[in-house]
């Protein structure tokens, strides 16, 4: 080969890796993490198939729901996180409207009235929105301010995170309320809020907590508490979720008992299989693998998450990035533990994997926000 011919070869190549690059930067997306949900997305469906006994309608549902989420992303992506940033009051003041109008008009499903079901329209669930809404509003609001936050700075973000945490728990869905409040929470950690305070705060709640559970908590949220130390004071009541649960987890062994073969999710032993148990089904038939599988795509993604924060070039970006990445984390997290008797049951689905609508269109909007703080990063850097 003559020199000629190598710099014609090696320039052609040159220019396709930049015209691949172009078309990311044109349309405002982050390959690696696109690449990271779109896997996620098809595994999901691939669980949720057998979870749902090859129901093809959920299934068609739950692509069509993905596939606008995936839209979605993108569309979000394009708009300079900057220019979202300066709509967050805008945007709070409504997603604290809609949480209002639940009160009135909202409809309850699984006992929680958190939804809202308009003629004409798909039911929607305004509460899953502000997990976007609030860490833009307190990253808005301390991104501005001088940081470690001073003591008036951290009462008011507190109470921007207290106002739709607290109408959460009045439509009865503790497991939402308690996401929301930490979506806000880890923005304040990452100002770098002193960990004596938190520390303190921690101890303040942890000695608060017989009061609320005396006197404020519900009888449900009592049972759930006391079922989560001992699952078998009330086997065929409270506590049969967590042991059914606990029973398929351990029955898949290492390798679990193979795609679609899952006894107690196939003969419903498993309640809610195909949304919050669904990590049950999936350790039933695919065992300590498919579980671990899991995890390193979980893990795929919050890793490209935390380098998106890491190289943000302004607080603002960085506060609303690590937040939606450590939330993001906290779903994880929780659910699994939750699912295997770690943590008491609150009803939060496996992000990807479970059914959802709204769930999962909040996840694709989070993730399209972080598409917009890298893709627009590299613009501002050329």
Request: contains cysteine; proline residues 4%.
């Amino acid at each position: 080969m003559v020199n000629s011919d190598f710099v014609r070869q090696a320039t052609g190549f040159h220019s396709e890796s930049v015209r691949g690059k172009n078309i990311s930067h044109i349309i405002h997306a982050d390959p690696v993490l696109l690449a990271g949900v779109v896997v996620l997305c098809l595994f999901g469906l691939f669980v949720l198939f057998s979870a749902s006994d090859a129901d093809l309608n959920v299934i068609q549902r739950q692509g069509l729901v993905m596939l606008v989420g995936l839209v979605v992303m993108l569309v979000v992506a394009q708009f300079d996180v900057h220019t979202i940033r300066g709509w967050a009051p805008s945007m709070y003041a409504v997603g604290l409207g809609l949480l209002l109008l639940v009160l009135f008009i909202g409809v309850e499903t699984n006992g929680a009235k958190s939804w809202i079901d308009l003629p004409g329209l798909p039911s929607f669930q305004p509460s899953e929105v502000l997990k976007i809404l609030v860490p833009l509003l307190v990253a808005w609001y301390l991104a501005s301010r001088p940081l470690p936050p001073r003591f008036k700075h951290i009462f008011w973000s507190a109470v921007m995170i207290l106002l739709p945490t607290g109408l959460i728990i009045i439509q009865n869905d503790t497991g939402t309320a308690i996401m929301v409040a930490m979506s806000g929470i880890f923005v304040m950690l990452l100002a770098g809020i002193r960990w004596r305070l938190v520390f303190t705060l921690a101890f303040g709640l942890l000695l608060a907590s017989p009061v609320w559970y005396l006197f404020l908590a519900q009888e449900h949220q009592k049972n759930r508490i006391l079922t989560f130390f001992d699952p078998y004071r009330d086997p065929t009541g409270a506590g049969y979720n967590i042991i059914q649960s606990q029973i398929a987890i351990g029955s898949g062994g290492l390798s679990g008992k193979g795609f679609g073969n899952g006894a107690q999710s196939h003969l419903d032993f498993i309640p809610e299989s195909n949304t919050d148990f669904i990590l049950a089904v999936l350790a039933e038939e695919f065992g300590l693998l498919g579980i671990v599988f899991l995890i390193c795509l979980y893990l795929f993604v919050l890793a490209r998450g935390f380098f998106i924060a890491y190289l943000a070039r302004d607080m603002f970006s960085r506060l609303l990035a690590g937040s939606i990445t450590l939330t993001f984390f906290s779903y994880v997290f929780v659910n699994m533990a939750m699912v295997s008797g770690l943590l008491p049951v609150i009803g939060l689905p496996l992000p990807f994997i479970s059914r959802g609508g709204t769930s999962i269109l909040t996840l694709f909007i989070g993730f399209g926000l972080l598409m917009s703080i890298q893709t627009h990063r590299k613009i501002k850097s050329k």
